[in-house]
């Protein structure tokens, strides 16, 4: 069951800029988008091997909000973890929530949010209501 | 592999509607790219080799590890393993093939491997662990491969083969001992020629001792056999079906078995008359059935059969070899090039009755591969001198035959797309080449057609008139130059105000960065200031290099590559200190490599103190102006030269550019700076100075031109001053000068009417900018030292100080360098449940 981990202040985060987190042993990259969403994938770069995500450029492709590899430039869907040049490849999505201007993050993987749907903060899975 | 491609061909063609499908699958996981399996041991896990988009099984009943162990042909009925039961209208077998394992006493003892699926990788790696010295039985290509595999899992590694060569069915004696040669220098330890007769154990059990028919033997702890494979026909045996003389189950054309309600495709097919061993026929296989089954009008219903060119990257060595490669053909002759230093081997068969290519063999570099391979199929007509093709291209080639491609010919030969399948996809208003792989999976399994597939592209998108857009990017309907003008003339100065006034979306990869360099270009401050920052690439944003392990580099400027013994000394000392790997640049300059995020600040600071600053490695921008001794030291000198580059060095530092520029300094016309290979280059003459521009090194050299001669200093350094930002101005984003100038109308004379003669009469402007530019002048790294909030960017993770545990090094040669993917498993430990 995931639960919500507390990993710093919004304002810690420059605008369609992302940073590193520690979340338990995951690797995650968090991103707050200038129009307020904010988003977290896991921050390992499927195509160098180096947790580079985070250092990406957030922008978009359509409607699709996407942050590009620092490396080799491959961009993946901010809300579903989906390579968009490849869509075999997809890195892990974490949950996200603002709680008194800071940012939480589920503990573990979620299922990615299914496009159309994510918000600023998207509810962790069912099994998880008791705990909070 | 090709029974997804089956069942991907038939939903797509709306098949659904028509049938129930049902797999069964022995493996405990859907289909993955087995042709990339090696990948597994270079970082990737079993999903990223999936070949199942989300979705794919939707609608598709699948039993996972539950092989089918029966057919009833009698009642249509397949058994599986686990005793379920499923009726059925057709029956596909795709069933591939196993591992040929000979029969050698202690063949089956724990330590032995076959190299097949992921399991079998697992097995090898875990087993790995306790290792040191590893064989592989069998030296063709699947042999290499796991040599290779053995390799980077730090074992030593032997291969053993009984051929005279290696992979003798794809090369001949020449080809062989260069790939022999190249992979020795490797470290893989090559035994041609010989039959393992028996493995025996050690104490422990495992195999230790292989014994080989010459009477030797070799001591090892692990054995993969690859020594060749067979086609997995037993349920068909069972079942009754024809089956070849040496195995595979027999098909007709449609891919049809004696039981016409029953099909085979991929490697245990028998079609016209032979197995097929690699992944393109058994998909041109799965087509076949797929159109029988769906009644889609445009797929093929018959296998033609296949092309079995092979070009692969075996331990970093190019090797190629297609058509009639051995010139078995009574009117073949060859051409053969043999570079013993190079260690480049090829060799061309050409037919002397027609003239054409036959066929061929390339070892070391392969680069010619895809254009000689389309001759040999006789899909492009052969050139007057094709024995010219065998050496490297040269700069300027324009690719030959592009145009003169038939529209059936197979672009991607792994995944059978022809030219005109590629070609569809651009008039559907596809526009890249990612878009080409999503649309058609051309370029998606090897890589080696991608260069065609761009080739094609271009000039597909020229031809149809939709000019190679020169729009920056989907956010703005505008050319760099525009946007330029824009800003400059409208005093436009940040991002989100460009958006607004003619742009949409949030921006991408592309736009921001060309976006925050015209900024800067014009003038607006610290690149990291305010909104500035998130535009960055991240090598400006962190200021420093991206290197491939997520760390950086860090380069102090060295004006005209002139170093105090005491700038030497601080630099040493720096790199001590923070552990960093030190190099000489191609630059005249240290680059100091490995610094972590969290680092920089600390590593500059030192160096700061110690009167150094940026040298802008990391941005589009000047980078160095390299000089020679000149007349200080230099008996031939005419002027100062390395003066002169300290001068313009400092005048132009942090300049921001479309693309970086490169400049040097020579004190006499023996050019020992190399300034006519780069953008801007001046040489002493008696007189003063020449100026060439528009040079550059790099992927496409190009010397640079002479714009004026015999100059003395004010003069020299006007025309770099209106040369440079004319450029800036003008250029689109990433072209260097040399092609900027390759398309300005008018070229040479027009750009030397606009710097010497002013006809533009935009001189003074162009001159003011540039004074603008070195007033404005500081060092960008002591602009983020002094500053706490800019150093707070500098950090692995916002919520602990820790660096990232992953950056992991090994010494090498007395320094530090990253450690490769398998060295580092063998350090870091593994968190169950970790994602990273
Ligand atoms: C460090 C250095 C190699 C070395 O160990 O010597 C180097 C390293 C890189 N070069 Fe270079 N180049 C280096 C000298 C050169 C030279 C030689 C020279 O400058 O005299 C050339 C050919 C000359 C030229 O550019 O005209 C050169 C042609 C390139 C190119 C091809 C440019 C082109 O127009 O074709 C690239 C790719 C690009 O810029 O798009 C490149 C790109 C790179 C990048 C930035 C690749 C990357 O994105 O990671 C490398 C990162 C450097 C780092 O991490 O610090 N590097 N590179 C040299 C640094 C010089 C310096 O002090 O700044
Ligand atoms: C390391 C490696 C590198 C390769 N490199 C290349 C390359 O560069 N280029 C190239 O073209 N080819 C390459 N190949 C070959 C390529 O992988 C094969 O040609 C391709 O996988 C054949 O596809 P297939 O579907 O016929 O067989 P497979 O991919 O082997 O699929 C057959 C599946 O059927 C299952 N099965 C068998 N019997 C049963 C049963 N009774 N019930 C249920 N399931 C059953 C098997 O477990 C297997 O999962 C490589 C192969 C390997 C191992
Ligand atoms: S030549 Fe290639 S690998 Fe070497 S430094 Fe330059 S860019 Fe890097
Ligand atoms: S030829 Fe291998 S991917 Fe196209």
Redesign the interface.
């Known amino acids: 069951m995931s639960r919500w981990v507390d ?2 202040d919004v304002e ?6 992302g ?4 979340v338990g ?3 995650v990259a ?1 991103f707050r ?3 307020g969403e904010i988003y977290a994938l ?1 921050n ?1 770069d ?1 195509f ?5 995500l985070a ?8 409607d699709v ?2 942050v ?1 590899s ?2 080799y ?1 491959q ?1 993946f869907d901010l809300r579903t973890g ?1 390579c ?6 997809r890195v ?1 999505v974490f949950a996200t929530r603002v709680n008194g201007g800071r940012i939480e993050l589920s503990d ?2 979620v299922p990615p949010a299914r496009p159309g749907t994510a918000s600023a903060d998207s509810p962790l899975p069912q099994d998880d209501k008791e705990e909070q | 592999m090709v029974g997804h491609k089956l069942v991907e061909l038939i939903t797509r063609d709306g098949g659904l509607e028509r049938w129930r499908i049902v797999v069964f699958a022995e493996e405990k996981r859907l289909a993955y790219d087995r042709v990339g399996l090696s990948a597994l041991f270079s970082g990737s896990t079993a999903e990223d080799l999936s070949l199942v988009a989300d979705g794919a099984y939707d609608g598709v009943l699948v039993h996972l590890a539950d092989p089918v162990v029966a057919v009833d042909r009698e009642q249509r009925l397949v058994v599986s393993a686990s005793g379920a039961e499923e009726r059925y209208d057709a029956l596909v077998l795709a069933t591939g093939s196993y591992p040929f394992v000979p029969p050698v006493p202690g063949h089956d003892l724990p330590g032995c491997f076959v190299y097949r699926t992921v399991e079998d990788l697992e097995r090898i790696r875990e087993y790995a662990a306790g290792a040191r010295v590893g064989a592989v039985v069998g030296g063709g290509l699947l042999g290499l491969e796991a040599a290779n595999a053995l390799l980077a899992l730090g074992l030593e590694t032997h291969v053993v083969e009984v051929a005279p060569r290696l992979m003798p069915l794809q090369v001949d004696d020449g080809g062989a001992a260069a790939l022999a040669e190249r992979i020795a220098e490797l470290g893989v330890f090559v035994r041609a020629a010989t039959q393992t007769t028996e493995l025996e154990p050690g104490p422990d059990g495992g195999v230790r001792t292989m014994r080989f028919s010459e009477g030797t033997d070799l001591e090892v702890d692990l054995v993969v056999f690859s020594a060749g494979i067979r086609p997995r026909d037993e349920l068909a045996r069972t079942c009754g079906l024809k089956i070849g003389p040496r195995g595979g189950v027999v098909v007709d054309n449609a891919c049809r078995t004696s039981d016409a309600r029953i099909f085979a495709i991929g490697e245990c097919a028998l079609a016209r008359d032979r197995t097929w061993g690699l992944v393109g026929p058994g998909y041109e296989m799965a087509e076949v059935v797929a159109s029988q089954l769906t009644g889609s009008p445009d797929a093929p219903v018959e296998f033609t059969g296949a092309d079995l060119s092979t070009k692969l990257k075996l331990m970093g060595v190019d090797v190629a070899s297609f058509g009639d490669c051995f010139g078995e053909q009574e009117s073949s002759r060859d051409v053969v090039l043999r570079d013993d230093v190079a260690r480049v081997y090829k060799r061309l068969v050409l037919n002397t009755d027609t003239g054409r290519v036959a066929g061929g063999i390339l070892v070391g570099d392969a680069s010619a591969y895809q254009l000689l391979r389309l001759m040999a199929a006789g899909e492009l007509p052969t050139p007057e001198r094709p024995e010219q093709l065998l050496f490297p291209a040269q700069a300027g080639d324009a690719g030959p035959g592009i145009l003169a491609m038939p529209e059936d010919t197979a672009v991607c030969s792994c995944n059978n797309v022809t030219k005109r399948v590629i070609c569809a996809a651009i008039a559907d208003g596809v526009s890249d080449v990612g878009g080409i792989k999503a649309a058609t999976r051309a370029g998606t399994t090897c890589g080696g057609c991608v260069p065609l597939v761009t080739d094609l592209l271009n000039d597909e998108l020229r031809k149809s008139g939709r000019e190679v857009s020169n729009n920056l990017c989907e956010h703005f309907r505008h050319s760099r130059q525009e946007l330029f003008d824009i800003m400059r003339l409208r005093r436009i100065g940040s991002f989100a105000e460009l958006l607004a006034a003619c742009g949409r979306g949030r921006g991408c990869e592309v736009c921001k960065p060309a976006v925050a360099s015209m900024l800067a270009s014009l003038g607006g401050g610290h690149i990291l200031k305010g909104e500035q920052a998130g535009l960055q690439d991240t090598n400006d944003h962190f200021l420093a290099n991206l290197q491939r392990d997520g760390t950086y580099s860090v380069v102090p400027r060295v004006p005209g590559g002139e170093l105090t013994p005491d700038q030497l000394i601080a630099i040493g000392q720096v790199a001590k200190e923070f552990g960093l790997y030190t190099k000489i640049t191609g630059g005249q300059r240290i680059d100091l490599f490995g610094a972590r995020v969290e680092q920089l600040p600390a590593v500059w600071s030192r160096l700061i103190d110690a009167g150094m600053e940026s040298g802008h490695a990391y941005g589009k921008a000047l980078r160095t102006v390299k000089s020679c001794v000149g007349r200080t030291w230099c008996r031939y000198g005419v002027q100062d030269s390395t003066a002169m580059a300290i001068r313009l060095e400092l005048r132009y530092r942090g300049l921001r550019a479309p693309h970086k520029i490169k400049s040097a300094v020579s004190g006499c016309a023996r050019e020992c700076a190399e300034a006519q290979s780069k953008d801007f280059g001046v040489i002493a003459t008696e007189r003063g100075w020449n100026l060439y521009v528009c040079g550059n090194g790099g992927m496409r050299p190009q010397h640079a031109e002479l714009l004026a001669s015999d100059l003395d200093d004010e003069s020299l350094v006007r025309y770099i001053d209106r040369f440079l930002m004319f450029y800036i101005r003008t250029a689109d984003r990433l072209e260097r000068t040399a092609t900027w100038l390759n398309k300005l109308e008018g070229g040479m004379s027009y750009l030397r009417s606009v710097v010497v003669d002013d006809v533009l009469e935009i001189g003074t402007e162009l001159e003011a900018d540039m004074e603008r530019h070195v007033a404005g002048y500081e060092c960008e790294w002591r602009g983020v030292v002094e500053d706490p909030d800019r150093r707070q960017l500098f950090r692995t993770f916002v919520n602990s100080p820790d660096p990232d545990p992953d950056i992991v090094r090994v010494s090498e040669r007395g320094q530090m360098r990253p450690a490769l993917p398998e060295e580092r498993a063998a350090v870091t430990p593994v968190l169950v449940g970790s994602v990273r």
Not at chain 1, 55 to 62: D, E, F, K, P, W
């Open positions: 990993v710093c810690d985060l420059v605008p369609d800029r940073a590193g987190a520690l042993a995951y690797h968090v988008l200038s129009s896991g390992h499927p160098s091997g180096a947790n580079v250092r990406g450029i957030v922008g978009s492709a359509g909000a996407k590009a620092p490396i430039k961009a989906v968009l040049s490849d869509p075999d490849v892990p573990r993987p």
